[in-house]
């Protein structure tokens, strides 16, 4: 059974930066990565995802803030978040998925306030 641990959550001011991590006890070549969140009453949305190849998609509300990367080598993936909003507090999962399979990590509290 594959985990993913998630690190690097915290409180940050508005327009700080924080950078979340990933990390995945087994291969995640061949696996779509993603960045998920989860604010109080609302639904889980998609965050960021990033292909084994490292093709990007983000949700509009990040683009131009936020960045996806990936280590295919190291069975990593990271988030750097950049000039941060309150409304970017949530709960952040990791995610790795293919057509058979998604697996989630335990979340990360991100909470933006001054």
């Known amino acids: 059974q594959v985990q993913l641990v998630e690190s690097g959550g915290g409180l940050v001011q508005p327009g700080g930066s924080l950078t979340l991590s990933c990390a995945v006890s087994g291969t995640i070549f061949g696996y779509v990565m993603g960045w998920y969140r989860q604010a109080p009453g609302k639904q889980r949305e998609l965050v960021a995802s990033i292909s084994t190849g490292g093709t990007t998609n983000y949700a509009d509300s990040v683009k131009g803030r936020f960045t996806i990367s990936r280590d295919n080598v190291k069975g990593t993936m990271s988030l750097q978040m950049n000039s941060l909003k309150p409304e970017d507090t949530a709960v952040y999962y990791c995610n790795l998925r293919d ?16």
């Open 99 to 114: 057509s058979r399979r998604s697996e989630w990590g335990q979340g990360t509290q991100v909470t933006v306030s001054s």
